[in-house]
């Protein structure tokens, strides 16, 4: 089946351009959350939704960030007026079916997709 | 905050020489994930531990999780060049299915020369 899509793939903004980011999670998956990650450093959480629900978002590095998932399966994260330390790749990962609990918490990561602010 | 350390930074072998990364948290962990990045590539899961002392084997790989649930580590036996990638050790506070932030080690970068 299809994996975790994002797009675009690669983008280049100009300083004080706003983006939007789009990530397409594995159907019928639960849990979606956005990374960030810089050359040579791990991924490190942005924010996570649980359907549309945002429940953690304390990543997000400051309030030019702002994600949604309105209706519980896409989801878009927003950069307003980008600054040359917003460059990195940002990596969206679902995980978790409906239909109970579990103690397995395998992330399924997406492409990325690499911004590079001028 | 809740930090992962991973060391080391770069390793390099010689094909055939085994391999290990280790990873330690600044907190208990419920659990701890391996994920496996190759160049130009996103992360990829390799396992999850959940239990104290854990061991877990993936064909060369060994996978172990300290007592106190705040270490691990990962041990290639007799690397392949087609173990060449980036390593991450991911931690989580979280039991549930739906639920956790994983919070990510640097990564130790393996490169292999054949």
């Known amino acids: 089946g299809a994996g975790v899509s994002q797009s675009p793939r690669y983008k280049v903004a100009k300083r004080g351009q706003d983006v939007a980011l789009r990530c397409d999670p594995i159907s019928g998956h639960v849990s979606l959350f956005w990374y960030q990650q810089a050359l040579g450093q791990g991924p490190e959480f942005l924010t996570y939704?649980?359907?549309?629900?945002?429940?953690?978002k304390s990543g997000l590095p400051s309030d030019r960030f702002f994600a949604e998932r309105p209706e519980g399966s896409v989801s878009t994260l927003k950069i307003q007026r980008t600054q040359q330390e917003d460059s990195a790749v940002y990596l969206c990962?679902?995980?978790?079916?409906?239909?109970?609990?579990?103690?397995?918490?395998?992330?399924?990561f997406g492409p990325g997709t690499r911004l590079t602010v001028l | 905050g809740q930090q992962v350390m991973q060391i080391p930074q770069y390793q390099h072998v010689q094909e055939g020489e085994d391999f290990t990364t280790y990873c330690n948290s600044s907190t208990t962990l419920s659990n701890i994930q391996w994920y496996k990045q190759r160049p130009g590539g996103h992360p990829v899961f390799l396992i999850q531990l959940v239990k104290s002392g854990e061991v877990k084997k993936q064909k060369r790989l060994t996978f172990q999780f300290g007592e106190a649930k705040k270490n691990s580590s990962l041990h290639i036996t007799a690397t392949q060049t087609t173990d060449v990638g980036t390593y991450f050790c991911?931690?989580?506070?979280?039991?549930?299915?739906?639920?956790?932030?994983?919070?990510f080690g640097q990564g130790t970068e393996l490169s292999v020369k054949p």
């Open positions: 939704f649980q359907n549309e629900a945002q429940l953690d």
């Open positions: 990962a679902s995980g978790g079916t409906s239909g109970g609990v579990s103690s397995y918490n395998e992330q399924f």
């Open positions: 991911a931690g989580t506070n979280s039991y549930y299915n739906q639920g956790g932030k994983l919070i």
